[in-house]
T-cell receptor, first 113, second 116 residues
Framework: KQEVTQIPAALSVPEGENLVLNCSFTDSAIYNLQWFRQDPGKGLTSLLLIQSSQREQTSGRLNASLDKSSGRSTLYIAASQPGDSATYLCAVRSNSGNTPLVFGKGTRLSVIA | DTGVSQDPRHKITKRGQNVTFRCDPISEHNRLYWYRQTLGQGPEFLTYFQNEAQLEKSRLLSDRFSAERPKGSFSTLEIQRTEQGDSAMYLC??????????????FGAGSRLTVL
């Protein structure tokens, strides 16, 4: 059974810092990995999707990497801003595109102005 | 089409009552998913449909829970005889199977259930 772990559970940084969020998964036979953002009391917004054959994806100040063999992904946020404050969730899809996403518990990020 | 819509956004009910949530997916999406999220946890998969067919159900979906997607468009999730442990955010997502879009789920804002 696939399990996804995110470290740290919470993180507080001053504005302008670069930061890294970590995600690990137990079964390396994944189809793809997705990072989401969730604001308090709201739904999920997809940030980046990495296919199993890819090593990284970039969108603006966000960069996600994938090391399938070690079961790890990182989300790098450059020049953090208070508007980046949210919970960041990592989710993996195993084996094929027909299996449901398995989520980690998330990292709650606070960027202090 | 403005995305995935869920209704109601918040439902407060007494233990033992039945509740129903509705999800309207993105119109061209043929897959629809239900997830449950409790405080401080990531979303947990409940069930998903491709068109009107319910293809998979999680063991989390007890016999008090039933989901339907009768015409392959909107879906309903009904919880009978609610318990306090059912209090959670119920998230709906949709995607387009058969293309690379099958990999990307679009989530709704969720329906928050509070059982007193």
């Amino acid at each position: 059974k696939q399990e996804v772990t995110q470290i740290p559970a919470a993180l507080s940084v001053p504005e302008g810092e670069n930061l890294v969020l970590n995600c690990s998964f137990t079964d390396s036979a994944i189809y793809n990995l997705q990072w989401f953002r969730q604001d308090p009391g709201k739904g999920l917004t997809s940030l980046l999707l990495i296919q199993s054959s890819q090593r990284e994806q970039t969108s603006g100040r966000l960069n996600a990497s994938l090391d399938k063999s070690s079961g790890r992904s990182t989300l790098y946020i450059a020049a953090s801003q208070p508007g980046d404050s949210a919970t960041y969730l990592c989710a993996v899809r195993s084996n094929s595109g027909n299996t449901p996403l398995v989520f980690g518990k998330g990292t709650r990020l606070s960027v202090i102005a | 089409d403005t995305g995935v819509s869920q209704d109601p956004r918040h439902k407060i009910t007494k233990r033992g009552q039945n509740v129903t949530f509705r999800c309207d997916p993105i119109s061209e999406h043929n897959r629809l998913y239900w997830y449950r999220q409790t405080l401080g946890q990531g979303p947990e998969f409940l069930t998903y449909f491709q068109n009107e067919a319910q293809l998979e159900k999680s063991r989390l979906l007890s016999d008090r829970f039933s989901a339907e997607r009768p015409k392959g468009s909107f879906s309903t999730l009904e919880i009978q005889r609610t318990e306090q442990g059912d209090s959670a955010m119920y998230l709906c997502a949709s995607s387009l199977a058969g293309t690379s879009g099958a990999n990307v789920l679009t989530f709704g804002a969720g329906s928050r259930l509070t059982v007193l």
